[in-house]
């Protein structure tokens, strides 16, 4: 399980204060982040794999500091954006999802081995030759999510991986994240992908306005947005 500890944390953009002061340490395997759009969650789930580094405060994963040992928080804590075109790098399926092991030099038949491993995980296997940006929306999800695997990472954060996907792949992005072995951490607008999570942030207006179980977080979310 990966601890994360975010200390007194402020985020600026220029003059733009999105974080104002988050402290927090996770050590649950599953935690949901909510909150109105604006409120700081992507800038939030970005400073947990050192994407962003705070103006000031700190963020640690497993006692490393985000701002000091980045390459090593990145095999940590992978990363897995709304929008899977933002992921895809490379045109083939194959090479893309083998994209994080470029790196680390490894052998070639481990690497294939690897490929293929987490390719018929995701039942990818049949489109490994097949050009990236011809797959579904699910797939191209289930695509950056395997290539965030890859990197045995032991905790993994989506910002909002169901956002743009239609209820069946949603509810399939789904089953795939309840099923994952590492820790993840989950933002989300689709409050029925958290409800069985371990814990729940809501953010407003850069900064955490509740932290509760799902059932007691959830049902004082929804009465705030009233
Ligand atoms: N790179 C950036 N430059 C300037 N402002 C930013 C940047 N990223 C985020 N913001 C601002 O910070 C605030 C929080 O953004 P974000 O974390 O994306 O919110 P959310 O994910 O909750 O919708 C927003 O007002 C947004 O416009
Ligand atoms: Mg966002």
Do not use: W
């Not at 497993?62 to 075109?85: C, E, H, S, Y």
């Not at 194959?94 to 070639?108: H, I, Q, T």
């Not at 905790?155 to 795939?176: A, K, Q, S």
């Not at 607008?189 to 958290?194: A, G, S």
């Amino acid at each position: 399980m990966t601890t994360i500890e975010v200390t007194n944390v402020v985020k600026r953009f220029e003059a733009f204060e999105a974080l104002k002061g988050i402290s927090v340490t996770l050590e649950q395997k599953r935690v949901g982040v909510v909150g109105s759009n604006g409120s700081g969650k992507s800038t939030f789930a970005r400073l947990l794999n050192g994407l962003l580094l705070p103006t000031q405060g700190s963020v640690m994963i497993d006692g490393l500091d985000t701002a000091k040992a980045g390459k090593a928080i990145r095999r940590k804590v992978a990363f897995v954006f709304q929008n899977p075109d933002n992921q895809i790098v490379f045109p083939v399926v194959e090479e893309d999802v083998a994209f994080g092991l470029k790196g680390l030099k490894l052998p070639k038949a481990e690497r294939d081995a690897l490929v293929e491993t987490v390719l018929s995980r995701y039942g990818l296997d049949q489109c490994r030759d097949q050009p990236a940006h011809t797959l579904s929306g699910g797939q191209k999800q289930l695509l950056a999510i395997a290539g965030a695997l890859i990197m045995d990472p032991s905790c993994v954060v989506f910002d909002e991986p169901t956002t743009l996907l239609d209820l069946r792949n949603t509810r399939m992005i789904t089953g795939v994240i309840r099923d994952l072995e590492q820790s993840v951490v989950v933002v989300a607008h689709d409050l029925t992908l958290l409800e069985d999570f371990d814990r729940i942030l809501v953010f407003e207006d850069g900064r955490i306005v509740v932290d509760d179980e799902p059932s007691a977080a959830l049902t004082r979310y929804v009465e705030r947005m009233q």
